[in-house]
């Protein structure tokens, strides 16, 4: 499958700090990819590379086709209504997006609010109106930073439940590395700027290492 977003060997340096140091990943065409880590490890300077809002030090991104971000903290814009939220995300060549159903189709719970103003909705309605902003892109790979960040579990869970129908590609930056791996076919592991482990979804959450610091010390046993 061909990959929509490859890193390769990126490297990015605040004021002399290194924030990545020779980064290498792919998402191919519809899979659904996860990117965990400690505070600090660098997964939002990957976004923000990824998105050209950093300049990498060394290294290279491709992104083959359109990228939307979702970005931590979800950025909803609060005095729009959640119509308008979407059309901004369709914004294009200086035309607003309009077909606004397939997002309502994909969150029906978003339906309803249409003329709601996004700033008096829940957290995880905020997160589903800043998915659909992003889809409303036609995106061929979506990144969505911290997509559980400070959201009920019933909230995560409907809100997961809906990705799983997507077939656009994903990249999914989670601290909840029990979440990420569960809705993800493959990982990265990010470690002070680094990529410590790779790999197939069910072999990272497998991994001794991964359940010590990322699972709470659980490890998965097979009988
Ligand atoms: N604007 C900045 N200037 C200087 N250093 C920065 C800047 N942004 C991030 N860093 C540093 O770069 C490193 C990676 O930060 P980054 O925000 O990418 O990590 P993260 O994995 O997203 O962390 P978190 O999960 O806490 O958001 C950290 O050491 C951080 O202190």
């Keep these: ?5 490859e890193v390769r060997d990126l490297s990015v340096r605040y004021a002399g700090a ?13 899979e659904r990819v996860a990117l965990i880590g400690a505070n600090g490890a660098g997964k939002t300077t990957l976004v923000r590379a990824v998105c050209g809002l950093v300049r990498p030090a060394a290294g290279t991104v491709t992104v083959r086709g359109r ?7 979800r950025e909803v814009f609060g005095d729009l209504t959640v119509e308008d939220n979407l059309r901004l995300g369709g914004w294009r060549n200086g035309r ?8 309502y189709a994909l ?4 339906a309803g609010l249409r003329r709601r103003r996004a700033g008096t909705l829940s957290g995880g309605q ?8 992003a889809l409303m892109a036609r995106p061929d790979v979506l990144v969505i930073d911290e997509l559980s960040l400070g959201l009920a579990p019933l909230a995560v869970e409907e809100i997961t439940g809906h990705l799983r129908a ?15 791996l569960d809705l993800c076919a493959r990982g990265y592991v990010l470690e002070s700027g680094r990529v410590a482990l790779a790999g197939d979804a069910a072999g990272l959450a497998a991994d001794p290492r991964v359940a010590a610091a990322y699972l709470g010390g659980h490890v998965a046993v097979t009988p």
Excluded: K
């Excluded at 499958?1 to 977003?5: D, E, H, I, K, R």
């Excluded at 990228?67 to 903290?73: D, F, L, T």
């Excluded at 905020?126 to 902003?133: D, L, N, P, T, Y």
């Design 166 to 180: 997507l077939s656009v590609a994903l990249l999914l930056i989670e601290q909840n590395a029990r979440l990420a």
């Design 107 to 110: 969150f029906p719970a978003l």
């Design 18 to 30: 290194i924030a990545l140091d020779g980064v290498s990943l792919t998402v191919s065409a519809g």
């Design 1 to 5: 499958m061909s990959a929509v977003l």
């Design 67 to 73: 990228c939307a971000q979702v970005p931590e903290g």
């Design 126 to 133: 905020q997160q589903m109106v800043a998915i659909g902003r």
């Design 96 to 103: 607003r997006g309009r077909d606004t159903t397939a997002v």
